[in-house]
T-cell receptor, first 115, second 117 residues
Framework: ETGVTQTPRHLVMGMTNKKSLKCEQHLGHNAMYWYKQSAKKPLELMFVYNFKEQTENNSVPSRFSPECPNSSHLFLHLHTLQPEDSALYLC??????????????FGPGTRLTVL | AQKITQTQPGMFVQEKEAVTLDCTYD???????LFWYKQPSSGEMIFLIYQGSYDQQNATEGRYSLNFQKARKSANLVISASQLGDSAMYFCAMREGYSNSGYALNFGKGTSLLVTP
């Protein structure tokens, strides 16, 4: 595997379900990100992890719970979601190189539908 | 307030022609970076090109070039010799300054480009 991978690619869940999204990066990066992309809205940053430590939580509801066990893996645990949480969830990673352009590379996304 | 503005919801271009996608940004930070991403219908965001605020030259990557006009705060993407495979959503994004919390990107709403034969 190369680049940034995400599983599953598609997920349908009920409001009472608990599920997890997984992201893995094979680029040797130190920072990982979760973004939410809803229809007709710009990408919204959800969480940032830098060297496994959460450095940013962009006022995300507690029904979304991130986990970063190491610099290569990032999870997003979901529970009691609402239909308006249906969206494309994108994971990204970057080097966090100081003074550099620090390009973020994205995975293919998980398309989530909450019924 | 919206930091990245893309005023063209949709654009058409004929194959082999050049097309310019507009992007204006708003920041008071002297240090920032500007990015363009392509998102095909499959969903993956593909990095295209980067321009740093202190870069003297306009960035170029193959058929992509960035028309950076700092005083106007604009960073338009130019795609030369369009191909059918260029049909996708295009997003302009900005990273402001440097911080220990991470280099979060602010994205525009995107422009949908359709390349016709």
């Amino acid at each position: 595997e190369t680049g940034v991978t995400q599983t599953p690619r598609h997920l349908v869940m009920g409001m009472t379900n608990k599920k997890s999204l997984k992201c893995e990066q094979h680029l040797g990066h130190n920072a990982m990100y979760w973004y939410k992309q809803s229809a007709k809205k710009p990408l919204e940053l959800m969480f940032v992890y830098n060297f496994k430590e959460q450095t940013e939580n962009n006022s995300v509801p507690s029904r979304f719970s991130p986990e970063c066990p190491n610099s290569s893996h990032l999870f997003l645990h979901l529970h009691t979601l609402q239909p308006e949480d249906s969206a494309l969830y994108l994971c990204a990673s970057s080097t966090r190189a100081a003074g550099g352009k620090d390009t973020q590379y994205f995975g293919p996304g998980t398309r989530l539908t909450v019924l | 307030a919206q930091k990245i503005t893309q005023t063209q919801p949709g654009m058409f271009v004929q194959e082999k022609e050049a097309v310019t996608l507009d992007c204006t940004y708003d920041t008071s930070d002297p240090s920032y970076g500007l990015f363009w991403y392509k998102q095909p219908s499959s969903g993956e965001m593909i990095f295209l090109i980067y321009q740093g605020s202190y870069d003297q030259q306009n960035a170029t990557e193959g058929r992509y070039s960035l028309n950076f006009q700092k005083a106007r705060k604009s960073a338009n993407l130019v795609i030369s010799a369009s191909q059918l495979g260029d049909s996708a959503m295009y997003f302009c994004a900005m990273r402001e300054g440097y911080s220990n919390s991470g280099y979060a990107l602010n994205f525009g709403k995107g422009t949908s480009l359709l390349v016709t034969p």
